[in-house]
């Protein structure tokens, strides 16, 4: 049974630019500093420092779209168990006509 929880992800274009252009723009700019530096050791590691947040930012993204929708597996059980205490049966259940 589908949840109107599930729409609680926004999806406005600053939340669209947070979740995907935000870390994009943070590792091209890594890689830029890289490749304008030259690949000296501290270029590199300067770098990859960079492009590791940028990683951080996205992966920060997924966990929290992950954290949500474990909240709309929690919804959907809560509204399949007041199903059953107003009618009885589990709303995927056949009706006993």
Known sequence: MP??????????PLIVFL??????????????L????????????????????GLSIWLMNILWRVGISGDDDRDDE????EYYDAHGRWPDEPSRR
């Open 19 to 32: 979740r995907w252009y935000l870390p994009a723009i943070v590792c091209l700019v890594g890689l830029v």
């Open 3 to 12: 949840s109107a929880s599930r729409n609680r992800l926004p999806s406005s």
């Open 78 to 81: 809560q509204a399949a168990r």
């Open 34 to 53: 890289i490749a304008l530096a030259g690949a000296s050791e501290d270029s590199l590691e300067g770098g990859a420092a960079i492009i590791g947040a």
